[in-house]
């Protein structure tokens, strides 16, 4: 069984920043990307960024470009998200993913094969 384990949620006033981080573990599994989604009460899950897991390119939503930072450890298994200069808009619950087939078209959270549990990132005002 493939378990993904996300850290780092909490509160933080706007224009700071937080560091997510999402250990997978258990079996063994084929992945072609890692990334993040978040989702607000009443509304989808929506894609936020990916990383390739061999090449390690990088993608964003237009949202957080130029603000979050999405990068990989082979040695631990982990994907991590840096999110700076943090707003109001940001608050959701975060969830890490994996997917075993990744392209620029494949954003919906549907297509995504492994999730996390979430961790809830607060963004006060």
């Known amino acids: 069984q493939v378990q993904l384990v996300e850290s780092g949620g909490g509160l933080v006033q706007a224009g700071g920043s937080l560091r997510l981080s999402c250990a997978a573990s258990g079996r063994t599994f084929s992945r072609a990307a890692m990334g993040w989604f978040r989702q607000v009460p009443g509304l989808e899950r929506e894609f936020v960024a990916a990383?390739?897991?061999?090449?390690?390119?990088?993608y964003y939503a237009d949202s957080v470009k130029g603000r979050f930072t999405i990068s990989k450890d082979y040695p631990t298994d982990t994907v991590s998200l840096q999110m700076n200069s943090l707003k109001p808009e940001d608050t959701a619950v975060y969830y890490c993913?994996?997917?075993?087939?990744?392209?620029?078209?494949?954003?919906?959270?549907?297509?995504?094969?492994?999730w996390g549990q979430g961790t809830q990132v607060t963004v006060s005002s």
């Open positions: 990383i390739s897991w061999v090449a390690g390119n990088t």
């Open positions: 993913a994996a997917t075993k087939v990744f392209s620029t078209s494949r954003y919906g959270s549907k297509l995504w094969d492994y």
